[in-house]
């Protein structure tokens, strides 16, 4: 058990407590509430709502007339109902239906809460902002959400704690390279992207800080997406991570740039307008590959290709600083 | 900013929801991949016209926890996949790109602030 709370200290501000605070403050009912409940009319049998009830296995439900709640049925109800062997009799004679409990969608599970408290109720039908019957909410719903809740935040900490907190530190030798090779197709945008997810969350694994990891990934993104759009046959990506500095290479076989000055200046373009729909070539692509880089350099020839060297640097911050954000 | 809240403030409808709860900081709209990924910070929601799966990989490498889609555009099956894959949350709002950014900045919900000048030639 000790364990289990030196893992949700590791999460610092995100964590369990938080997390469940945050459920029972702040998330309204109908996140956690059963929609579109089932429901009888006033008209229906007792006999119908015991049917109801065996075969839903539920314990009561709401009573509506067109969209506008009228009452509770309950168990409580049926066995009254059954004791004065009244079965064929309306369920309007039976229900409760003044002074009815309910929550209201937009308000915060807090509050549900603690009108269940207060009054020993079970389940309480849930309205919407006019009234209408929208769904409905019992003890178990919020004992379940706040279950998963915490069942989430603990796999989230299992899965932190497994990362190394430095990087490389699961590797040991004397000298250390990890080289990732990816194939991107021209045109392929369904996949665009694929690569440098990968990248980034092999660097995580290795124990990468986030920000270092997310530098990387939005780079190589860009270049992936590149190779996409402005090769004649797709390309290469190829990533060398070693301890104290990252090498991501973009390299394609054509066409080439014509003049690479022009390619790295804030909003050239030469992307056509059906990328652009895709909501690429806005002429931005270089300018953040260097930004995120501490260096790149582009060779291009055209009618060879072209090959982009992305160099990030390890600052021994975050080689050190990993694990919790 | 819960995505409750966000959804309450548009009219909204939860497409995918988050595998946690989510409250983002800051948002940011555009249709260009590249600006977004520009401005990123985290817990930043992305506010965007463009359904297909690129945006939701913008919003994985931008470390966005949610993204909102403007003009009641559905997105196809393949972005609600690849969001559900990714543990990032969708959303729709029924509004145009600028009416759900008002709609938000006046619920509360800021920006990034000032850029400075970006001159092309």
């Not at chain 1, 007792?46 to 009573?63: A, F, N």
């Amino acid at each position: 058990m000790k364990d289990r709370f030196a893992l949700f200290s590791l999460m610092g501000r995100e964590g369990a407590l938080s997390k469940v605070h945050e459920l029972i403050r702040e998330v309204k009912v109908s996140r956690v509430m059963t929609s579109g409940p089932l429901t009888v009319s006033p008209n229906a049998t007792m006999s119908e709502v015991k049917e109801l009830l065996r075969q839903q296995r539920i314990s009561g439900c709401p009573v509506v007339e067109g969209d506008t709640l009228v009452g509770v049925v309950s168990l409580e109800d049926l066995i009254h109902a059954l004791e004065t062997q009244n079965l064929d009799r309306p369920v309007q004679d039976f229900m409760t239906h003044n002074k009815l409990i309910v929550a209201h969608a937009q308000e915060p599970v807090m509050e549900a809460l603690r009108r269940f408290e207060s009054t020993g109720i079970g389940r309480m039908p849930v309205l919407d902002g006019r009234d209408r019957l929208v769904g409905i909410i019992t003890r178990g719903d919020i004992t379940l959400a706040l279950l998963r809740t915490l069942q989430g935040v603990y796999s989230e900490a299992e899965a932190l704690q497994d990362r190394p907190q430095h990087f490389f530190e699961a590797l040991e030798s004397e000298r250390t390279d990890l080289t990732l090779r990816y194939h991107v197709k021209r045109g392929d945008f369904a996949r665009g992207g694929e690569a440098s997810a990968k990248i980034k969350q092999a660097l995580l694994r290795i124990g990468a800080s986030p920000q270092l990891a997310r530098r990387v990934a939005i780079a190589t993104y860009e270049a992936e997406i590149n190779l996409i759009i402005h090769t004649d046959e797709g390309g290469f990506i190829h990533a060398d991570v070693q301890p104290t500095e990252i090498l991501v290479v973009a390299q394609d076989p054509g066409p080439g740039i014509p003049d690479i000055e022009m390619a790295q200046q804030p909003g050239y373009s030469t992307a056509t307008p059906e990328v652009r729909e895709m909501g690429f070539g806005a002429g931005m692509g270089l300018v953040n590959i260097k930004r995120c880089t501490d260096n790149m350099s582009i060779w291009s020839m055209v009618g060879v290709g072209t090959r982009i060297q992305m160099f990030f640097k390890v600052s021994p911050d975050e080689a050190r600083k990993t694990g919790a954000q | 900013m819960t995505l409750d809240e966000i959804l309450e403030a548009v009219a909204g409808e939860m497409i995918v929801a988050p595998p946690f709860p989510v409250d983002v900081e800051h948002a940011c709209a555009s249709d260009l991949m590249s600006d977004v990924l520009m401005f990123v910070k985290p817990s930043m929601l992305l506010v965007t016209g463009l359904t297909n799966p690129q945006a939701v990989r913008t919003a994985d490498m931008a470390e966005s926890p949610a993204i909102l889609f403007v003009r009641g555009k559905y997105p196809p099956e393949s972005t609600i996949a690849l969001a559900k894959e990714m543990g990032i949350a969708l959303m729709l709002s029924p509004y145009t790109m600028f009416d759900t950014a008002g709609i938000l900045y006046v619920a509360g919900l800021r920006g990034i602030g000032k850029l400075s000048t970006v001159r092309q030639q």
